[in-house]
């Protein structure tokens, strides 16, 4: 029996001169050494103890070592947990215990203070810093560059991710082979990489984003990365040239926008720009084609499921959507309390069937039966709408919708308003506790750098454009928004934060 994910991603391009370009050192990793690196690992994690279905959970700094330790569990069949690299050890304590990992990998610095937190969870604990060196390093460099592949098959589980978690503890996605893999394959496909495709990679590699799309995609095609340890605008800027391709956050290319020397002289060569993990602004999607004569590709996704959607490579990209559904994902949009599918053009909640959706959520049977549906269909958690052109639009969280003395207001409509005002360079629109009304609108609004926003003339332009029930009931001017490490704006922490707003 064979490993398609390894075979697919890994195996196919030992000949492909260039798989990296690591900023940081200046390393050149070809493909073979990549996979010789890989082998090296599984090597050491089979002396380790650590074997097929064991969860190996990593907390470290973005490297070719890094990604090549994920290699190393797909070879192995050991079930790869990556942990966002800001969490604290009493956080990283819950996702090894939650996850029963035998292993726990971290940056060297990190090692004393996460000790106590492998013992606790009978975890081994070994160190890999953002250079490649650490504990796992020596232990691979005395290891053979081999590794018998480990056989699995497409519904074996291949990745462990954690949700944010902002409303309860997180819940662990389980992510198969065939969910990682036909979604790469499908993207392969429909955003057009191949060999000689270069993508400048500046994301996380903890993420879905930054590893099973952009890095599973580039490895699936034989193509090159320019691996970028964080975003930076003059390293962007810098490298862009020898760069075809790039994945952000729109947080990315707001910033690179706000830089003169980004011109479309400097991205006249690139194939694709492409955006996701948070809502673009059409206003940004406007400066950017205006500037460089590239429309970024918005689409959709979530850990659960990768991708699901994508504004088309050929045709139109409409700002303000996510969208068509991929090829083999269906996509509905139902009436929560129901479940009944809602015509074109009306909101509800977002749906999705295909081979790209998880199993479940790891040792939550309950959970997972409230949103994974018997007929195969994941219940998102996102509002959205499918306009009269098929495009999906997103209108935002299902816990984010406010309902206020009885009314359902969906933020997304006040924050178009909102953003569309003079002085406002962004939005987010929460609801908080209100004595009469159970709770109400609050809007937070960012200036935009030429000045501050006339909250007087936004309060008249709401109030001309919105039923009275939507209109905020408080304006209140931030420096920026809360974001997590993908850009996307917190507003648990806006209801949190202002949770007293209008208490008596």
């Known amino acids: 029996m064979a490993n398609p994910l390894y075979d697919k991603l890994f195996g196919r391009h030992a000949g492909k001169e260039t798989a990296f370009l690591h900023l940081l050192t200046g390393e050149v990793v070809t493909h073979a050494e990549f996979v010789a690196m890989a082998a090296r690992f599984a090597n050491a994690f089979a002396a380790l103890g650590v074997k097929a ?15 090549a330790a994920y290699a190393a569990c797909v070879q192995s069949g050991i079930i790869f947990l990556p942990l966002n690299t800001a969490y604290t050890a009493s956080e990283v304590a819950y996702f ?16 004393d203070g996460l000790m106590p937190v492998a013992r606790f969870a009978n975890a081994l604990l070994e160190t890999l810093g953002p250079d490649g060196a650490g504990s796992l390093d020596e232990r691979a460099r005395e290891q053979p560059d081999h590794f018998d592949t480990v056989p699995r098959a497409g519904d074996d589980l291949a990745a462990l991710l954690y949700t944010s978690g902002t409303t309860g503890r997180s819940k662990g996605a389980m992510l198969t082979q065939t969910n990682l893999l036909s979604n790469a394959q499908t993207l392969v496909d429909v955003w057009r990489f191949d060999k000689d495709d270069v993508l400048l990679h500046a994301l996380p590699i903890f993420h879905t984003h930054g590893l099973f799309v952009a890095t599973n995609i580039t490895l699936l095609a034989g193509g090159a990365m320019i691996f970028v340890p964080k975003f930076d605008v003059d390293v962007m800027i810098d490298q862009l ?10 947080t990315f290319y707001t910033r690179l926008l706000d830089d003169p020397r980004f011109t479309r002289a400097l991205v006249d060569h690139m194939r694709l720009f492409i955006s996701g993990s948070a809502p673009l602004l059409a ?29 088309p490579y050929d045709g139109v990209r409409r700002a303000g959507t996510v969208g068509l559904p991929l090829p083999g994902v269906e996509l509905k949009i139902t009436e929560p309390s129901t479940g009944r599918i809602l015509p074109r ?19 939550m049977p309950e959970k997972t039966r409230e949103e994974l549906r018997d007929d195969g269909f994941f ?18 969280r299902n816990k984010d919708l406010i309902i ?10 006040i924050e178009v308003l909102l953003d569309d005002q003079p002085g406002v360079l962004e939005s987010a629109v929460v609801g908080v506790p209100h004595p009469d009304f159970g709770e109400t609108v609050v809007g937070f609004v960012v200036a935009e750098k030429s000045g501050a926003p006339d909250l007087g003339q936004i309060t008249t332009a709401v109030g001309d454009k919105l039923a ?37």
Not at 241 to 250: D, H, K, L, R
Not at 404 to 413: L, Q
Not at 483 to 494: D, P, Y
């Open 53 to 67: 279905g064991d969860r190996l959970a990593v907390q470290v700094e973005k490297s070719p070592q890094a990604l």
């Open 96 to 111: 090894v215990e939650n996850s029963g990992a035998a292993l726990l990998i971290c940056d060297p610095e990190k090692r």
């Open 241 to 250: 040239p020898q760069a075809t391709s790039m994945m952000g956050v729109p």
């Open 283 to 311: 206003e940004t999607h406007a400066q950017f084609e205006t500037r460089t004569g590239h429309r970024i590709l918005e689409r959709y996704g979530m850990t659960e499921t990768n991708m699901n959607t994508s504004n």
């Open 345 to 363: 053009g009306e909101i509800g909640q977002i749906e999705v069937r295909g081979p790209n959706v998880f199993k479940g959520y790891w040792h």
């Open 379 to 396: 219940i998102t958690g996102d509002l959205g709408l499918i306009d009269d052109m098929g495009y999906v639009q997103i209108v935002g």
């Open 404 to 413: 206020s003395g009885g009314y359902n207001i969906y933020p997304k409509e």
């Open 468 to 504: 009275r029930f939507k209109h905020p009931r408080k304006l209140i001017v931030l420096d920026e928004l809360p974001r997590n490490t993908m850009g996307k704006v917190q507003k648990n922490l806006l209801r949190q934060d202002y949770a007293d707003l209008f208490s008596s």
